[in-house]
Nanobody
């Protein structure tokens, strides 16, 4: 049973930084793609960043230049470093994995999801 657990969310002021972590276990084979998504109240879930097992990240336009996705394969942990945070970044952040070959940010392509960690950015 694949399990994903996010941590690192919190409340920061505009311009602040946070690093999210996603610990994973239960794999029998390593996911081909891991990603971060977010969902704000009243909005659809949207992709933030994704990364293949051997690198090659991709980012949503709003994340480029401010967010960095990375992974520690030895620890089975995914990270999202977020800098220059804005109030519009306020959302629940989720990590997700896909075992098939894919690199993208389409919600329906991912197989397993964590429960999320809340990020709140105040102005």
């Amino acid at each position: 049973q694949v399990q994903l657990e996010e941590s690192g969310g919190g409340s920061v002021e505009t311009g602040g930084s946070l690093t999210l972590s996603c610990a994973s276990l239960g794999y029998t084979t390593r996911p081909r793609c891991m990603a971060w998504f977010r969902q704000a109240p009243g909005h659809e879930r949207e992709g933030v960043a994704a990364i293949k097992h051997l690198g090659s990240p991709t980012y949503a336009d709003f994340a480029k230049g401010r967010f960095t996705i990375s992974q520690d394969n030895a620890k089975n942990t995914l990270y999202l470093q977020m800098n220059s945070l804005k109030p519009e970044d306020t959302a629940m952040y989720y990590c997700a994995v896909r075992f098939g070959g894919y690199l993208g940010l389409r919600v329906t392509e991912f197989d397993y999801w964590g429960q999320g960690t809340q990020v709140t950015v105040s102005s």
